[in-house]
């Protein structure tokens, strides 16, 4: 697989209206979209740092993963995602090769228009990864 960048750092919340400020009005970055992920039960809001976004990500329901992260004592970053050059369905076949326990076997739609999937955090050394292309 070819990876060029990090994509985004996914930062868990319990609110977005109640971090928000701190991202634009403290560090001034600029914010450009809010998006809601029905099938993941998050809100998402996305900042511009430069070519990388952080992605803020609020729980819609108790049973959402980022509210079962919240609860467990997590705080912050919550994933880290790379930008995939040659396809993440690819890139997802060589991670299967090498025995990465797979969150998705395919890829899927995510937020912000991208293809992504998730490599389980027991097999990449505690960082939930995302995989992502355009
Ligand atoms: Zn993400």
Do not use: W
């Not at 998050?42 to 079962?68: C, H, M, N, Y």
């Not at 880290?80 to 025995?99: R, T």
């Amino acid at each position: 697989m070819k990876i060029s960048r990090i994509e985004h750092l996914g930062i868990a919340v319990q609110s977005i209206a109640d971090v928000l400020p701190y991202y634009t009005d403290v560090l001034g970055l600029e914010f450009y979209k809010e998006e809601v992920v029905e099938d993941q039960k998050v809100k998402t809001a996305f900042l511009r740092v430069g070519e990388v976004k952080i992605e803020l990500l609020e729980p819609t329901s108790p049973d959402s993963t980022i509210q079962k992260f919240l609860d467990n004592g997590g705080r912050g970053v919550h994933h880290v995602a790379f930008k995939v050059e040659d396809g993440v369905a690819k890139a997802l076949s060589e991670c299967d090769q090498h025995g990465i326990r797979l969150i998705d076997k395919a890829p899927r739609g995510g937020a912000d228009g991208l293809k992504i999937a998730f490599l389980h955090p027991k097999s990449t050394y505690g960082i939930l990864t995302e995989l992502c292309e355009e």
